[in-house]
């Protein structure tokens, strides 16, 4: 009896971090709707990394490092657009 408690309570826990999660996307999602387009763009770049696990921090970086070097944003644009891009992220994570 005390194993059927402790299994269906970890189900419920399972189910609820599931909907926590698709909430928080959404959350990510509106946000990243208010940002500049140069700002979106790393946001969707990075999301995929995100949602696998990787740090925010770790993929607008590595998003933002490419764009830069492969001349598509200016250095001083990246940063205040992965800023903003990376405080999106986070509330996907």
Same mark, same amino acid.
């Given at each position: 009896m005390?194993?059927?408690? +402790?299994?269906?309570m970890a189900a419920f826990a399972l189910l609820f971090a599931a909907s926590t999660a698709h909430a928080d996307r959404a959350a990510a999602d509106a946000c @990243?709707? &208010?940002l500049s387009p140069q700002s979106k763009? +790393?946001?969707? &770049?990075?999301l995929s990394g995100v949602l696998s696990g990787q740090k925010p921090v770790d993929a607008v970086t590595a998003v933002a490092r490419s764009m830069v070097m492969g001349g598509s944003m200016s250095r001083d644009t990246a940063r205040p657009a @992965?800023? *903003? *891009? %990376? %405080?999106?992220?986070?509330?996907a994570q």
């Open positions: 005390l194993m059927l408690r +402790i299994v269906t @990243a709707r &208010k763009t +790393i946001y969707d &770049k990075s @992965a800023e *903003a *891009a %990376g %405080g999106c992220l986070r509330l």
